[in-house]
């Protein structure tokens, strides 16, 4: 004998239940405190966390995110990889590896750049002026920035849109047959 369980105000359930779906999202700031680049995105992103956001909107909440500070440590080779699919078009890994390399005179020349994400990887870890930083990388909504403040404000503005509820699904992470 089969037993049919009908469940009565499933819209309601779903929404009751999605707030364990929700999850903040995960920044992380590969950052070297010589770079003043990489200092100015370090106190921008803390200053996001604790004061409102946008800054000129005082009534605004901060934003929510978790802060991983990797400091002196360039990204692994899997995790240049990922960041690479987040610089170029949407599906892209064409970004080239100078992407990642500095102007700074221990940086290798045109000849002799790395061609591979451990390549980058070994060489930040030799040589860290010869790699851009900061590195901040939205891992949830996959937008990185490297060595660009800029950047890194355009990470911030999209945690913005998506806390405010501007234009961005909400329910991207929820499994897909769950309540649907």
């Not at 078009?89 to 970004?95: L, R």
């Amino acid at each position: 004998m089969a037993v049919r369980l009908s469940i009565p105000n499933r819209d309601k359930l779903a929404t009751m239940f999605s707030s364990f779906l929700k999850t903040l999202p995960q920044i992380s700031i590969f950052h070297n405190p010589s770079s003043p680049a990489s200092v100015r995105a370090l106190a921008m992103l803390r200053s996001a966390l604790s004061a409102p956001y946008p800054p000129d909107k005082q009534d605004a909440p901060p934003l929510q995110f978790n802060l991983e500070v990797v400091e002196r440590t360039p990204p692994t080779p899997d995790q240049i990889k990922t960041i690479m699919s987040y610089l170029g078009p949407k599906g892209s890994e064409n970004t080239p590896y100078s992407a990642f390399l500095s102007a700074h005179p221990s940086a290798p020349g045109l000849s002799e750049q790395p061609q591979t994400a451990a390549a980058i990887s070994n060489l930040a870890a030799r040589t860290p002026e010869a790699l851009k930083w900061p590195l901040v990388v939205d891992w949830h909504g996959g937008r990185a920035s490297v060595g660009d403040v800029d950047g890194v404000k355009s990470i911030l503005e999209g945690l913005r849109r998506r806390r405010d509820g501007e234009g961005i699904k909400d329910d991207v992470n929820r499994p897909s047959g769950w309540f649907s």
